[in-house]
């Protein structure tokens, strides 16, 4: 028997203090840690019995355990917990036990809970483990925290009464590592289905972990039955990871993957992907058998701003063989695309100096061409004031030469341009071209009244490693050969240019158009270039054919990397004029404030040409054109531009010296032109029904109806997008012109919450058919999402129809029925 002094019991050997004052429960024996405990409406303690009973949001806590119910008994004898609920006002029963260590929640009817050797016994629990919930009619703990379940119920919706659950017999919940369950078996809305297992295994582990990813399954008629995207997946550590995927094709066919993440924090992150696959369509004994060998390199890679502050490294590679996306991806983006380009760029920043090298990449899958640059190497100084640099007093002088600028550029690279099926054969090595270019920059700027003057002079000089040397064989046939020799080709230009603004005003008085401003910007200037094609520098060779006394020149540099020096002596004033035409407006009735309104109704129109006075013919260069514009509150955008030949053309389409307005008023003869519409329309933000004009019963009254009879109400504010685009283009260099025209489209409408639909399509007028089209239609289902993707028609015509679980942990319960573009062939 316990002696009893006071507040103080003493018992086998094992002290026990308490104060009821601070509400907690000290001991000194097997338990490591103080026992606190409170309760909202009363406490009792039986001393012979050594309980202690709690009433009302009872409290407990002991080491990292918390539990929380509406009756709790505390046994310090035995050391035991009995948590129950309390029964409220309407017989429903509230505050049900809640037991809580570190991260995990366990809620249920009743628990008995062992404090000392750390066992628990539940009846009717529900908790949360990773993604998924679990409930149970009975649920043992034992001291590892390892829980035993009896008739459990595992979903990821979150509902009481869950849409869908795994029903299974016993469980054994490891928490943050896994679930292992016996015979189990699939119910939706509470019918049971005949998809069952022996056991399972469900992963629970927070952060990192490995495990096997499971495949889709399907039928192509094409190339048979198939299993895509199953292997493994590894988290090797905090900074990255591996999949490895695959596919496999009964036909023959299949496809391996590797993808991979890294991050280092405050440091880079990125991603790698490689990727080969190998095609067969029909059969071996047939002449259109064919078989497709492909391959995928993407990697990205970005360095944080504050890792190296001046230096900067980056990584956007993408190499693909011409049909990897055509027959791999399920992107549209990616079939569309014909175009690739990859750079891998180091820059280096100093005060007025940057260094940069980068690693280039172009490839076109249509024409098969591969662009490399390997490498391009720049450097450049920011533009330096040299009376500046001299002033050793400090003193600002404000003289003339001291808006004097000079800066620097130059570049190395060495490009090898060829077809995809050469680029790892011998004949690549002969493409490669390599040269340095340098520039020398020198300009100013002056003001002079009302005018803007800028002269300029620019030093360009290339380097060659290689030039080239033509001549007629026997046969007067032209012959190119590549001489190994280092050359330097120097070249500068000089000019001259002078700008201004002139505004014009008109403005009304009692209308509700305030003003109108036109602002007309005039450029003006002169440029001069000698002839470097002339052979006094050297640039140039000259050849004869054996029965002929005419001259063949060429110039030596022509096949170089950044071309020959510039052809033809240049000087030539350039002109042109630039418009700009806004409106303003008065507050309207309408208008909630009393500023005006600007309206920009033409950004700009502009003319520009040229006159060459040293050219020998066709001394006016055409005219440019150029509009752009925005219409109605921004949403349209028009943006055109045309080019005019002022010089006529014969019957026969040649052109010769004589204007156009000799013989008609025109500025000249239309050659080509182009012009975008664009728009992109959104819905309205949703609102209750107009307030405007009424008090606020009826206004209440109308918003209740519409809130309680829906189908009695039409929504014409629901979400929505919609974006066009219409291109029209113009061309006749000669006697022919070429029409082309195109509409695009693209959208998307929310009917409900839960419904949403897309499109993307287009019209070719030329042709007179439609462009890619594709329609997506998604359904959110709580826990499950629906979605099907289609493409009616065109040569990528397919389907896909896909039903699934949200949640990652389940994302292999799902049902798809899809046909991709290659069984329709």
């Not at 050849?543 to 000087?571: C, D, H, L, R, W």
């Amino acid at each position: 028997m316990p002696i009893v002094t006071g507040n103080l019991l003493i018992f086998n050997n094992n002290e026990v203090i308490i104060d009821t004052n601070k509400t907690q429960v000290q001991t000194t024996g097997d338990l490591k840690s103080k026992v606190k405990y409170s309760a909202r409406d009363s406490m009792r303690f039986e001393v012979l019995s050594q309980k202690l009973y709690l009433f009302g949001d009872a409290k407990v806590e002991f080491e990292d355990i918390a539990l929380t119910a509406g009756y709790v008994e505390l046994d310090l004898k035995n050391n035991y917990v009995i948590a129950g609920g309390a029964i409220d006002s309407t017989g429903k029963i509230g505050y049900k036990p809640v037991l809580k260590q570190e991260e995990e929640d366990i809620t249920a009817d009743t628990i008995k809970y062992d404090i000392k050797n750390k066992k628990g016994l539940m009846k009717n629990i529900s908790t949360v483990q990773g993604d998924g919930y679990i409930t149970s009619e009975t649920a043992k703990r034992d001291s590892n925290n390892i829980y035993y379940i009896k008739n459990g119920k595992y979903s990821t919706c979150n509902l009481e009464h869950p849409h869908f659950y795994i029903n299974m017999t016993r469980m054994k919940v490891i928490p943050d590592d896994k679930i292992v369950t016996g015979p189990a078996y699939l119910v939706l809305g509470n019918v049971p289905t005949p998809l069952a297992i022996p056991f399972g295994f469900f992963p629970n582990k927070r952060g990192r972990s490995s495990g096997i990813l499971i495949p889709s399954y399907g039928e192509s008629p094409e190339l048979g039955f198939y299993l895509r995207d199953g292997g493994y997946y590894l988290g090797i550590s905090d900074y990255f990871d591996l999949a490895l995927k695959g596919d496999i094709y009964s036909k023959g066919s299949y496809g391996l993957k590797s993808i991979s993440n890294y991050n280092r924090k405050y440091k880079y992150s990125g991603n790698v992907a490689l990727g080969y696959s190998r095609f067969r369509f029909g059969e071996p004994e047939f002449a259109d058998f064919r078989v497709r060998n492909d391959f995928n390199l993407r990697w990205i890679h970005n360095q944080d701003a504050k890792a190296k502050p001046g230096v900067r490294f980056s990584a956007n590679v993408n190499i693909l063989s011409s049909s990897y996306n055509q027959l791999n991806s399920y992107n549209t983006t990616d079939y569309l695309s014909n175009t690739f380009q990859s750079n891998v760029a180091w820059s280096k920043s100093w005060k007025n100096f940057n260094l940069s090298t980068n690693f280039r990449h172009s490839q076109n899958t249509l024409t098969r061409k591969v662009d490399l640059s390997l490498p391009q190497v720049a450097f450049s100084m920011n533009r330096l004031y040299p009376s500046k640099l001299l002033n050793k007093s400090g003193i600002q002088k404000n003289k003339w030469y001291d808006k004097i600028g000079v800066s620097y550029n130059s570049d190395f690279e060495n490009r090898i341009s060829i077809l995809d099926s050469n680029l790892f054969r011998p004949e690549s090595i002969d493409s490669i071209k390599l040269g340095l270019r340098h520039s020398i920059p020198i300009n100013a700027a002056f003001n002079a009244g009302m005018f803007n003057i800028n002269p300029n002079f620019t030093f360009n000089s290339l380097w060659y490693f290689n030039n080239i040397r033509k001549q007629y064989d026997g046969n007067d046939v032209l012959q190119t050969d590549t001489i190994k020799d280092f050359r330097i080709a120097n070249s500068f230009t000089t000019g001259i240019s002078a700008t201004t603004k002139l505004y014009g005003f008109y403005t009304y008085k009692n209308a509700r158009i305030k003003a109108i401003r036109h602002v007309l910007t005039p450029i003006a200037g002169f440029a001069f270039r000698p002839d470097f094609f002339n052979q006094k520098y050297g640039y140039t060779d000259t050849i004869y054919q054996s029965n002929s006394t005419a001259p063949y020149t060429y110039s030596i540099f022509e096949q170089g990397i950044y071309g020959a020096p510039p052809v033809g002596k240049q000087m030539s004033l350039n002109f042109g004029i630039d418009n700009n035409l806004e409106m303003k407006l008065r507050p309207g009735k309408k208008d909630t404030t009393e500023k005006d309104k600007k309206i920009v109704l033409v950004e700009s129109f502009s003319v520009f040409s040229s006159y060459n006075y040293a050219a020998s013919v066709f001394n006016l260069a055409p005219f440019n054109l150029n509009m752009r514009t925005k219409l109605y509150k921004s949403l349209i955008t028009f943006v055109g531009s045309a080019i005019l030949d002022p010089y006529k053309i014969s019957d026969l389409g040649k052109r010769y010296d004589k204007f156009v307005w000799e013989d008609k008023f025109s500025l000249g003869r239309l050659t080509s032109a182009n012009g975008a519409i664009s728009a992109t329309l959104r819905s309205k933000n949703k609102s209750k029904p107009d307030k405007t004009k009424r008090d606020d019963k009826a206004y209440n009254q109308e918003y209740e109806y519409v809130m309680s009879h829906p189908e009695y109400y039409v929504d014409f504010n629901i979400p929505w997008t919609l974006s066009f685009s219409y291109n029209l283009r113009y061309a006749k260099p000669d006697t022919l012109a070429n029409i082309t025209q195109a509409l695009t489209f693209n959208g998307d409408v929310n009917l409900t919450q839960k419904w949403k639909i897309g499109f993307n399509s287009g019209y070719d007028f030329v042709k007179q058919d439609f462009t890619y089209t594709s329609v997506n239609i998604y359904r959110d289902l709580h826990c499950w999402e629906m979605s099907f993707n289609w493409v009616p028609f065109g040569f990528r015509k397919s389907y896909t129809i896909n039903i699934n679980v949200k949640s990652s942990v389940l994302q292999d319960l799902k049902l798809t029925r899809k046909r991709d573009w290659y069984d329709y062939q």
